[in-house]
């Protein structure tokens, strides 16, 4: 079963801009976690945000939690060609043995 | 750094044919996952392991076995390939107490 729905599920922008991108999901959560993945390569870890928590910043990284609207969105600033890639959001539900959830990502594309 | 190794990038094998897709963490971990991925469904956990010789079945095991003999090795097995199981695969591991883990680099299999 899928626990996140992204949004959007593919944005191109110009190189320089802002690119946000947006997860919910359906059950509570110890953390959440978004992964970058480039063309058929494997998936990196971005950043964490804990569900005490409601913002985090990491670099050119923001990401927002709102458990009670049970969403987070990641916010690229300042976005380079290099970011061009997918982007997915991960739950670690409360009662989920601890496996990751994943949503089904938002392909991103930069223009120069 | 978690290191997570996948056997192959890339293979090719035939309708029917059994075949094994290897993954290696060097880190002690306990948790360790098997997802697939297909384009817009994200990623879908086949099967997890918490323990050497324990398994417990995801989202979407049907055509799929796994086999976890020592603690740092998690084999997926498809017994008999059919064309619709070609797709990324993606091997994952997790210490007891997440969130740290990391991803291998995927096997894209095709089945012909």
């Known amino acids: 079963s899928q626990q996140g729905e992204e949004d959007p599920q593919a944005l191109s922008i110009q190189e320089g801009e802002n690119a946000t991108m947006n997860c919910s999901y359906k059950t509570s959560i110890n953390n959440l976690q978004w992964y970058r993945q480039n063309s058929g390569r494997g998936l990196v870890h971005l950043i964490l945000i804990r569900s005490n928590e409601r913002e985090k910043h990491s670099g050119r990284l923001r990401v927002t939690l709102d458990t009670s609207k049970k969403s987070s969105s990641l916010l690229i600033t300042a976005s380079r060609a290099a970011d061009t890639a997918s982007y997915f959001c991960a739950t670690d539900v409360v009662q989920g043995a601890q496996k990751l959830v994943f949503g089904q990502g938002t392909r991103l594309t930069i223009n120069p | 750094d978690v290191k997570v190794t996948q056997s192959s990038r890339y293979l090719v094998k035939r309708t029917g044919e059994k075949v094994f897709l290897e993954c290696v963490q060097d880190m002690d971990h306990e948790n360790m996952f098997w997802y697939r991925q297909d384009p817009g469904l994200g990623l879908r956990l086949i099967y997890f392991?918490?323990?050497?010789?324990?398994?417990e079945k995801g989202d979407i095991p049907e055509g799929y076995s796994v086999s976890r003999e020592k603690k740092e090795r998690f084999s997926l097995i498809l017994e008999s390939a059919s064309t619709n199981q070609t797709s990324m695969y993606l091997c994952a591991s997790r210490p007891l107490t997440p969130p740290e883990g990391g991803f291998g680099q995927g096997t894209r299999l095709t089945v012909v």
């Open positions: 392991s918490y323990d050497v010789k324990m398994k």
